[in-house]
């Protein structure tokens, strides 16, 4: 059976940094696509990053580019995502999903930017 599980999550304030991780179970982690989602209140869910299954190439939206780095250790199973410089507008729910063939979802971790 195949698990992600999402951790690292909490309330910070602006301008401080989180570090999430996504530890997969249950599949071969070093083949699969990997990437992380965020889905604010009352907005679709949104790809924030994504890591190839070597981990050689990356890929952010705009609004995250030179703030947030996806990460991946093939041997750990699990996929990073250092996020500093954070804003109010990063809050959100953040998913990890691993894509091959078939893809699967973890159930989210809550990040909360405040003052």
């Known amino acids: 059976q195949v698990q992600l599980v999402e951790s690292g999550g909490g309330l910070v304030q602006p301008g401080g940094s989180l570090r999430l991780s996504c530890a997969a179970s249950?599949?071969?982690?070093?083949?699969?696509?990997m990437s992380w989602y965020r889905q604010a209140p009352g907005k679709e869910r949104e790809l924030v990053a994504g890591?190839?299954?070597?981990?050689?190439?990356?890929n952010y939206i705009e609004s995250v580019k030179g703030r947030f780095t996806i990460s991946r250790d093939n041997p750990k199973n699990t996929v990073y995502l250092q996020m500093n410089s954070l804003k109010p507008e990063d809050t959100a729910v953040y998913y990890c999903?691993?894509?091959?063939?078939?893809?699967?979802w973890g159930r989210g971790t809550q990040v909360t930017v405040s003052s």
């Open positions: 890591i190839t299954s070597s981990g050689a190439s990356t």
């Open positions: 999903k691993a894509v091959l063939i078939s893809e699967y």
């Open positions: 249950g599949l071969t982690f070093s083949r699969y696509y």
